[in-house]
């Protein structure tokens, strides 16, 4: 399968559009395919206080996994999501796609939506395109999945 995502992340305009600092990224690259056999330094292990602060400032946010990623397991994604100690709002309930269940979503305090994305590996986007662009969608136009 073709990667279409790396020419899409590496057009000009497209990093122009995403506020992407010229020179901080020579080329996007997928996951970390592209690191492997490769020595490289972690800058950060911990990205929950980022993402709280966002939070604070009004930033909704969306965190889906793929059901079948054997390299982030969607429980491991909850685990991080309970640490946040955010209040379930709208709990466990399927989210459809054309007729079909395309996954669960649960809503927190904070505006952050967490779906699963059915039959999905660890990127999404590649084993269901169709599901995980309608849910970006509907998430952009503030649409509940």
């Not at 996951?31 to 206080?49: L, Q």
């Amino acid at each position: 399968m073709r990667r279409l995502s790396i020419y899409w992340a590496n057009d000009p305009r497209v990093q122009e559009a995403l506020n992407v600092r010229k020179g901080t990224i020579p080329r996007w690259t997928r996951c970390r395919k592209s690191i492997e056999n490769k020595t490289y330094t972690v800058t950060f292990r911990d990205s929950i206080p980022y993402h709280v602060e966002l939070s604070k400032k009004g930033c909704p946010s969306i965190i889906y996994s793929g059901d079948h990623d054997m390299t982030v397991p969607f429980q491991s994604t909850q685990f991080w999501i309970k640490s946040l100690n955010y209040s379930i709002i709208d709990d466990w309930r399927p989210w459809i796609v054309g007729g079909q269940v395309a996954g669960y979503t649960r809503s927190y305090s904070n505006q952050m939506t967490y779906a699963t994305v059915k039959g999905a590996g660890h990127i999404a986007t590649d084993y269901k395109p169709k599901e995980c662009f309608t849910m970006f969608e509907r998430w952009l136009s503030y649409v509940p999945l």
